[in-house]
């Protein structure tokens, strides 16, 4: 089967550094997309991984170990404009064609 | 501004009625996705096309239809048939459904039961 897990909730300290794991099993794999997306507001593209490694973008880096089927996000200098959810999504060949599985979302909440 | 609007932002439909989703991108993205999100649950794939008058069944298309007549946009149609409307629909576009293309998501419509 197709499964993707994430922690349902995570809190960190403003200023903190924090990392969101995600683990999946899939049929197949051509990549992995991490979402931000604030309550009640569109998904926002963060990152992308397909090959192994760490993919840094200033604050946010994502890491992926195909191996593992393991990736995270490591999110630095957290501000409070950081509290949202992330969602990790994992692209299976084996699934409809450009289909993207979601993972549930991990709520952060960042506190002074 | 390039984007992908999603009309009404809030949406009710009574008992036994069809009602229409709004999705228009100025992106020239040719795959167009919509999604449904349920509180607690991932993304899941209602419909998704990858080129104008050509459409597939996602993962939960009962009681949903789309039509794609032009690249710009992308309406759904929830029918009397979809027994659980009530949740998040989110339109999405990617340049193509090519491995490395990101989706890009518009606001989002609420639709509520009354």
């Known amino acids: 089967g197709q499964n993707i897990d994430q922690p349902t909730e995570m809190t960190a300290t403003e200023g903190a550094i924090v990392q969101i794991n995600c683990t999946y099993q899939?049929?197949?794999?051509?990549?992995l997309f991490w979402y931000q997306q604030h309550a009640g507001e569109a998904p926002t593209f963060l990152s992308y991984n397909v090959l192994d490694g760490l993919e840094e973008k200033g604050r946010f880096s994502s890491f992926l170990s195909r191996s593992k089927g393991y990736s995270y996000l490591l999110l630095k200098e957290l501000q409070m404009k950081d509290s949202a959810s992330y969602l990790c999504a994992v692209r299976d060949p084996g699934g409809s064609q450009g289909n993207l599985i979601f993972g549930k979302g991990t709520k952060l909440s960042v506190k002074p | 501004d390039g984007g992908i609007t999603q009309s009404p932002k809030y949406l009710f439909r009574k008992e036994g009625q069809n009602v229409t989703l709004s999705c228009e991108q100025n992106?020239?993205?040719?795959?167009m996705y919509w999604y449904r999100q349920d509180p607690g649950q991932g993304l899941r794939l209602i419909y998704y096309?990858?080129?104008?008058?050509?459409?597939q069944k996602g993962d939960i298309a009962e009681g949903y239809s789309v039509s794609r007549e032009k690249k710009e946009s992308f309406p759904l149609t929830v029918t009397s048939a979809q027994k659980n409307p009530t949740a998040f629909y989110l339109c999405a576009s990617s340049i193509t459904t090519g491995e490395n293309q990101p989706q890009h998501f518009g606001d989002g419509t609420r639709l509520s039961i009354l």
């Open positions: 899939t049929s197949g794999f051509n990549g």
């Open positions: 096309s990858q080129i104008v008058n050509d459409f």
């Open positions: 992106l020239n993205h040719d795959a």
